[in-house]
């Protein structure tokens, strides 16, 4: 099982044993950490090797054929 903070980005593999949870919330627990510092860790369900895929364009707009051909028939005027 893995977390991730929303506020550092960080992920985790596991909250250490020292960790204190200061807040809980329905998707989000808060931990202030035995460094200091306050992490809001959500489970990760598996593990994401991209995770800036949703952000970007699905596909990249393409010309259809038909368009194409279109094209470069005026460009041989
Ligand atoms: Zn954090």
């Known amino acids: 099982m893995s977390y991730r903070?929303?506020?550092c980005e960080k992920k985790f593999d596991a909250i250490p044993e020292n960790a204190v949870e200061v807040n809980h919330q329905s998707f989000?627990?808060?931990y202030r950490f035995?460094?200091?510092?306050v992490h809001d860790l959500r489970v990760?369900?598996?593990?994401?090797?991209?995770?800036?895929?949703?952000?970007?364009?699905?596909?990249p707009?393409?010309?259809?054929?038909?368009?194409?051909?279109h094209a470069f028939r005026n460009l041989k005027r």
Not at 34 to 37: C, E, F, I, R, S
Not at 61 to 69: C, D, E, N, P
């Open 5 to 7: 903070c929303r506020i």
């Open 28 to 30: 989000y627990t808060t």
């Open 34 to 37: 035995p460094n200091g510092l």
């Open 61 to 69: 707009k393409q010309f259809s054929t038909g368009t194409m051909a």
């Open 44 to 59: 990760v369900a598996q593990p994401t090797p991209q995770p800036e895929v949703e952000r970007q364009e699905p596909e």
